[in-house]
Nanobody, 123 residues
Framework: QVQLVESGGGLVQAGGSLRLSCAASGSISSIRAMGWYRQAPGKQRDLVATITSGGNTDYKDSVKGRFTISRDNAKNTVYLQMNSLKPEDTAIYYC?????????????????WGQGTQVTVSS
């Protein structure tokens, strides 16, 4: 019923920038919090940044001042602008959203995940 599709990952040199996008589609009634997580090889998946429906944001300490999360509620899309990238930012980045959808009844909020997008920062 609902799908999250990410885009924008890739290979960049240290100090460079990337912008990730995640669009939610389907019979969506409402979306509460949206966020980005990342998982490096051999490590657990960690929270990078979150944003509420009202625009309140929170960040992992190591990305504060470098990453900016934003969302377009009309497009059901969340973004992650990543500047001053470091090799330690290399990971698979996953989009997450708490979504209520409609299919004859309302269901949710349910936690949905995107498929992940690879970000690689070379030194």
């Amino acid at each position: 019923q609902v799908q999250l599709v990410e885009s924008g990952g890739g290979l960049v040199q240290a100090g460079g920038s990337l912008r990730l996008s995640c669009a939610a589609s389907g019979s969506i009634s409402s979306i509460r919090a949206m966020g980005w997580y990342r998982q490096a090889p051999g490590k657990q998946r960690d929270l990078v940044a979150t944003i509420t429906s009202g625009g309140n944001t929170d960040y992992k300490d190591s990305v504060k001042g470098r990453f900016t999360i934003s969302r377009d509620n009309a497009k059901n899309t969340v973004y992650l602008q990543m500047n001053s990238l470091k090799p330690e930012d290399t990971a698979i980045y996953y989009c997450n959203a708490d979504i209520t959808y409609y299919s004859r009844h309302y269901y949710g909020p349910i936690d949905y995940w995107g498929q992940g997008t690879q970000v690689t920062v070379s030194s």
